[in-house]
C-alpha cells in the first residue's frame, strides 16, 4: 500500500522528502536485514516484512531534516534515522499483539503475527529494538563517542517507561477509566510525542547542538506531537478504514477518553490548528531551511490516514 498519497500534496514541498525518505530507510533495512540461510531466516524476514515497504517515515523525514538544517551529513543522519524507525516498527508489532491491541491489518497487509505467528512477532519485535540501538552506537554513524552516547540515551529515555512504553502502559489503563484531559494529554506525550521528539532531538545532537541550544526545536516537536495525537483521535473516529490501512473507532468500541471525546470535534480541530501555528512559530528564527518542518507541522492535520 502506498502511504504517500495524494493528501501529501496539500503539504508545501512535503511529496518529494517523504518519497526520498521512504526509499532511504527502505534501503537502509534492506542492506541491514540480509537473510541467512540457517534457522533464523524466518526471524529476518519477518523483520523485513515489518520493516520494509510501509509507514509515512515522519520520525526518519524529522530527524534528517533537523539535521540538514544543521549541516549534518545525509547519509549519517539517515543511519540515525532508520534507528529511530526501528523501535517505531518495533513498537507497532508488539501493539497488534493479541495481548495488546489484538489488531489484524497494518499498512493495509496482515500483521506480523497473522502473517507469521506470535512467537515470531514477538521476537521480531525485541530484535529491531536491538537493532536500532547497534546503529546508533556504530562509529559509522558519528566519530564523536559523545554524540553516539547521547544518541543512545535520548533514544532510550524516548522508548521506555518514561517514554512511549510508559504512554502505552497509560493507554491499556485507560480502558474503563475515566481519564481527565491534563491525564490523556501526559499519556499522548509519552505514547506518541516522546518518539516524535526523540527525532527532532536526535538530529540536533547530530550536529553537536548544545542543550540549552535546543530549546526551540523542543517546543516545536512538543507541540507537533499533540497536534498530531488530536489529528489521529479524529481519524480515528471519522477516517476510512481502506485509506488507513489499519481498523478503526477502536478507542471509542473500548470507552477511551481522546482528545475528540473530551474536547469535542469542533474544539479539537481548533486546538490542532493552534499547535500547529505554535510549533511552526518556534521556528522563526531559521529561514527556507525549515520549510519541511513547517510543513510536516501543516501535513499531520491535514492528512487523510
Known amino acids: 500500500m502506498n502511504l504517500v498519497s495524494a493528501d501529501l500534496t ?22 541491514m536485514l540480509s537473510v541467512p540461510e540457517d534457522p533464523r531466516r524466518r526471524l529476518i524476514e519477518a523483520m523485513r516484512y515489518a520493516a ?3 509507514g509515512k517515515r515522519l520520525r526518519p523525514l524529522l530527524l534528517v531534516s533537523t539535521a540538514e538544517m544543521h549541516a549534518v551529513d545525509r547519509a549519517a543522519a539517515v543511519r540515525a534515522a532508520t534507528a529511530i524507525e526501528a523501535i517505531h516498527v518495533y513498537s507497532l508489532i508488539h501493539d497488534d499483539l493479541p495481548c495488546m491491541d489484538d489488531d489484524a491489518l497494518r ?3 496482515p500483521t506480523l503475527h497473522r502473517a507469521f505467528d506470535e512467537a515470531t512477532a514477538v521476537l521480531a519485535g525485541d530484535s529491531l529494538h536491538a537493532l536500532a540501538f547497534e546503529i546508533i552506537a556504530d562509529p559509522v554513524t558519528s566519530g564523536d563517542p559523545f554524540v553516539r552516547a547521547e544518541l543512545v540515551q535520548t533514544l532510550a529515555g524516548a522508548s521506555g517507561a518514561w517514554g512511549m512504553a510508559g504512554g502505552q502502559m497509560m493507554d491499556i489503563m485507560a480502558e474503563g477509566e475515566v481519564f481527565d484531559l491534563p ?15 526523540a527525532a527532532v532531538e536526535m538530529g540536533a545532537i547530530l550536529a553537536r547542538l548544545p542543550a540549552e541550544g535546543r530549546q526551540h526545536l523542543r517546543g516545536f516537536s512538543r507541540d507537533l506531537g499533540l497536534a498530531f495525537q488530536i489529528a489521529d483521535d479524529m481519524l480515528d473516529a471519522e477516517g476510512d478504514e481502506a485509506l488507513a490501512g489499519k481498523a478503526l473507532r477502536k478507542d471509542a468500541d473500548r470507552g477511551k477518553q481522546t482528545f475528540l471525546t473530551l474536547l469535542g470535534p469542533e474544539r479539537a480541530r481548533e486546538q490542532a490548528a493552534m499547535l500547529v501555528e505554535q510549533a511552526i512559530g518556534h521556528l522563526s528564527g531559521y529561514g527556507e531551511e525549515a520549510d519541511i518542518l513547517r510543513a510536516v507541522a501543516r501535513y499531520v492535520v491535514e492528512r487523510d490516514h
Open 10 to 31: 496539500r503539504g508545501v514541498g512535503l511529496r518529494e522528502p517523504l518519497v526520498r525518505i521512504a526509499r532511504e530507510i527502505d534501503a537502509s533495512f534492506d542492506a
Open 183 to 197: 491525564t490523556v494529554t501526559r499519556l499522548q506525550q509519552l505514547k506518541t510525542g516522546a518518539l516524535l521528539g
Open 107 to 109: 499498512h493495509g497487509k
Open 52 to 54: 520494509i515497504g510501509g
